[in-house]
């Protein structure tokens, strides 16, 4: 069985950091949904992902 996490609060991330440019580093990447949606959404910007988990 697949677990399958879906990101919330992605708008209001995006939102948030609309106006920003340049490295953002997310210390619970996780799946990457938030990550992906900066990446994909905030153009010019380099994401850095860290987690714990495997």
Known sequence: MEIVHVPVM????????SNL??????????????SEAILENIK???VIGIDVDE
């Open 10 to 17: 992605v708008k209001e991330v995006l939102s948030y950091f």
């Open 21 to 34: 440019r340049g490295v953002f580093l997310d210390c619970t990447v996780g799946a990457g949904g938030h």
């Open 44 to 46: 010019g910007s380099v």
